[in-house]
């Protein structure tokens, strides 16, 4: 790209996020003259070295003016007479420019030389980084424990050192470990959020990296096949925020609730000490988690009246709210921020401490989040978590009913306030929810009920059906109504979430056929990377043609398509809605279903012959060049065109993990009614070389795989590709729900859809899952795995289909099926 235009490209880039080309140009100018107009390090990691640069010269330039001003009021004297937050404030800046400038009145030019070292450090210190973490691990006292977890079905297998995660006290954040010491392309989003994830093979020590800052709860079902033993390296505690514990009032538990939430965000690390209520004095800021009344009654006890609370965010219906409470003994001083100013600052700190860059980032919105997680997490915990709500009947007083199911207690609530003198229907609407409930589900659960009641009409509500606000367990919050189950007990197959919390909703497990095992895998919600995949992303390289940096909201609505949709031929992928579009999909369907009537790509020297067993040698047999949906999410400030959908979203729909009676194994299905196109999930998983697949295949002959997907869309366009750059996605060990949908020839009701996030190569991308029809309710949701059957050359054995279709390709399957019948 020519000089002028990567300015411009960078002013482009720092004006979206805030910075006028007036503050930019000065620092961009001192760090081409610094690094003799190398761009590559201004480019590097999104601007990363741009922007430290600019919030230090800004920072500076207020430190600065600060001073002055305070030379000028007391001639250094310190002014005992300003409010303690604001000579909390200015004393923190003075601290920071002590530090970071080394006591020089340049300030600017002294905040490049600090980033000179940093870029120097950068240049030669990959390597150094790499070093010092892995000696860092090799220390004996920061070392990560090795922990052999549970083991259930540890049927005498020897499984090598199965290790569990580790607990907080034994965790060490780590650097990330660069595989190429001259890599200088990842993006500032990997790059500020990418841990790394270490695992033990024997003797060596290996390092994952974790594109999406999946914290990898390990959680093991049971123990892990020997050939790798993960644990996860999980940051510090984070730090924490203060949150007004009368917010969550409807709760029972809410002062459990709130002092988890007292763990999680902090306005001001260094501020604040101590995590559970007592937290430090700042300047006469107490900063606590309580509830209200506690709280006033102790501010009356100190004589302390100024108390205060500052609403900072809520979930959409107000159900949840995160406050901000303060009080202060120095009255006379104390003057409230304002909460815009308050975020501003902290918005600033998550760009400058924590390096978080991403357009249309914002506290606020994290913390808007946080109450829908809140309000997600109370809406999918089962009974005895939450308490059962309390409920008011017509004439006011409290109202339950219960009913004993084989293994739930099913208590529905109704607020009179809602259904507004429709309490005369309760009872009915009670007996019509139970016999909608299906025979022989067994533990009949509540995301079940809930899909039954979602559609269900109450007579005399004006022939409306009940909003599904009100059915869905927003019932927990006092001014709606809703119905909770108490899970009395569990049968042995039964496991309430698969995700350990991960995902928005819980996903269930259970088996009514057989006395299997449970799975044994770590659930992750983001694919993690393992070893030398190739998995690089530059951000420079993604061309703003095709991303839309400027849109925001909803693009679907305007009339000439945005730029995301270039990619899909001049028109959006999705619907408004969020289903894909039809005619998208249409194309997609048939394009997997007629594979010879489409481009083939015929590698010259193809990875899978390269990595396979000599024995099955043979011409490469060609590679489905797909359609790709294009998610240029991390530049793109639109929510439904793209970007939503796949990797922000995360699953929404309601699925159950069950035990397919055909001797599929585990299956998945919906527990409620989907339409055409709409998103199911990802596949996520390890991402592995074919070579690694292989030789994981052939450590592991005869254990359990689940089938492995090839990342082969565009492989021969490439000419030859390397070996680590010939990817595929393992969810043996590590994966998410999708590792459980089954095959199902031709007639799939699932279809996978590449799409494209963070880079346009082709070699990377994510796999998404659409249905293809409508799907109803405890339907087993199944993908066409694309298998030839007659083909040996997978890297992993092909099954005995039982997929039961009429179009099934296992000529085998459908013999034995023809002799039978
Ligand atoms: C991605 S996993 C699916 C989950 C798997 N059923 C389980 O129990 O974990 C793929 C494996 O499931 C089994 N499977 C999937 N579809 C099948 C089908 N149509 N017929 C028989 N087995 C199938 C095969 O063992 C296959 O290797």
């Not at 909608?436 to 009641?453: E, T």
Request: charged share 25%; with cysteine; net charge negative.
């Amino acid at each position: 790209m020519a000089p002028n235009s990567k300015a411009a490209k960078a002013f482009k880039t720092m004006g979206s996020m805030g910075y006028s080309g007036k503050v930019v140009k000065p620092v961009l100018k001192n760090l081409l003259k610094l690094y003799g107009n190398n761009w590559e390090f201004i480019e590097d990691e999104n601007y990363r070295v741009l922007i430290d640069a600019i919030i230090e010269s800004e920072d500076n330039k207020v430190a600065r003016v600060t001073r002055e001003q305070q030379n000028a009021l007391s001639e250094g004297k310190p002014d005992e007479s300003e409010p303690p937050l604001k000579r909390s404030k200015s004393n923190s800046q003075t601290d920071q420019r002590a530090t970071s400038c080394h006591g020089s009145a340049h300030n600017d030019i002294v905040a490049i030389g600090d980033m000179r070292n940093k870029v120097e450090n950068q240049a030669h210190g990959k390597k150094n980084m790499a070093e010092s973490s892995s000696k860092l691990l090799q220390h004996e006292d920061m070392k990560p424990k090795v922990v052999r977890p549970k083991n259930h079905q540890d049927k005498g297998k020897n499984h090598g050192s199965p290790i569990s995660h580790m607990g907080p006290e034994q965790t060490k954040e780590t650097h990330m470990l660069s595989n190429d010491e001259n890599d200088e392309s990842v993006s500032s989003l990997i790059s500020s959020k990418k841990r790394t994830i270490t695992y033990e093979t024997g003797d060596h020590s290996n390092s994952y990296q974790d594109p999406y800052n999946a914290v990898i709860e390990s959680v093991p079902f049971d123990s892990l096949p020997n050939y790798m033993v993960p644990f996860s390296v999980v940051p510090p505690d984070p730090p924490r925020l203060l949150l007004e514990g009368g917010s969550c009032g409807s709760f029972p538990n809410a002062k459990e609730n709130c002092s988890t939430f007292s763990d999680l965000i902090d306005l001001d690390a260094e501020e604040i000490s101590d995590s559970k209520g007592k937290s430090s004095d700042l300047e006469g800021h107490h900063f606590e988690c309580m509830d209200s009344e506690k709280f006033r009654s102790e501010e009356e006890e100190n004589g302390v009246l100024n108390a205060s609370k500052i609403d900072i965010a809520t979930s959409s219906q107000r159900e949840v709210k995160i406050s901000l409470t303060y009080k202060s003994s120095y009255q006379s001083h104390f003057q409230a921020p304002s909460l815009e100013s308050v975020l501003k600052q902290v918005d600033e700190k998550c760009v400058k401490s924590y390096k978080i860059t991403l357009p249309g980032f914002s506290m606020l919105k994290l913390m808007k989040d946080m109450c829908e997680c809140f309000l997600a997490a109370c809406t999918t915990s089962n009974g005895t978590e939450q308490g059962i709500p309390k409920t008011v009947s017509k004439d006011g007083n409290p109202q339950a009913i219960s009913v004993e199911g084989v293994d739930h207690q099913l208590t529905f609530c109704i607020n009179s306030n809602i259904l507004n003198g429709l309490l005369n229907y309760r009872n009915r609407t009670l007996i019509e929810v139970a016999s909608q409930i299906p025979q022989g589900l067994g533990p009949i659960h509540m995301d079940l009920l809930r899909c039954h009641m979602r559609n269900f009409n109450v007579d005399g509500y004006k022939d409306k059906k009940i909003d599904r606000k009100i059915l869905e367990l927003d019932g927990l919050a006092s001014s709606s109504a809703g119905m909770i189950i108490v899970q009395k007990q569990h049968s042995s197959n039964y496991v309430q979430d698969i995700t350990k919390g991960q995902e928005a909703y819980r996903i269930p497990l259970i088996n009514e056929i057989n006395e299997e095992p449970l799975p044994t895998f770590y659930y992750i919600q983001h694919n993690v990377v393992y070893q030398n995949a190739y998995v690089k992303f530059l951000l420079a390289r993604m061309s703003d043609d095709n991303c839309c940096s400027n849109c925001f909201g909803n693009c679907l609505s305007s009339e000439i398509p945005c730029a995301c949709a270039g990619e899909t031929g001049g028109e959006f992928a999705y619907m408004p809605g969020g289903l894909v579009k039809e005619s998208y999909l249409e194309s997609c369907i048939s394009m997997n279903h007629d594979l010879q009537r489409h481009n083939l790509f015929y590698c010259k020297d193809c990875p899978l012959e390269r990595t396979k067993d000599k024995r099955f040698s043979g011409k490469c047999k060609g590679h489905l060049v797909r359609k790709f949906i294009k998610e240029c999410w991390y530049k793109c400030g639109c929510s439904m065109a793209c970007g939503n959908r796949v990797v922000q979203q995360g699953i929404t729909a309601r699925l159950q993990v069950f035990m397919t009676p055909g001797g599929k194994g585990w299956g998945l299905r919906t527990l409620e009614d989907m339409p055409k196109g709409a998103f199911i999930c990802e596949y996520v998983g390890e991402v592995v070389t074919n070579t690694e697949l292989f030789e994981r295949n052939m450590r592991n002959t005869g254990e359990k795989h689940t089938y492995p997907v090839l990342l082969d869309a565009d492989w021969s366009s490439e000419g030859v590709l390397k070996d680590e750059e010939a990817l595929c996605l393992d969810a043996t060990s590590y994966g998410n729900v999708a590792r459980f949908i089954n095959h199902r020839c031709s007639d799939a009701n699932l279809i996978e859809i590449p799409v494209e996030v963070e880079t346009p190569d082709h070699h990377y991308y994510h796999l998404a899952f659409f249905t293809t029809r409508k799907v109803n309710a405890l339907e087993e949701l199944t993908w066409d795995y694309g298998i030839d059957f007659d083909d040996h050359r997978h890297p992993v054995k092909a099954f005995k289909c039982h997929c039961g279709s009429e179009f099934c390709r296992d000529r085998k399957s459908m013999k034995r099926r023809k002799l039978r019948s």
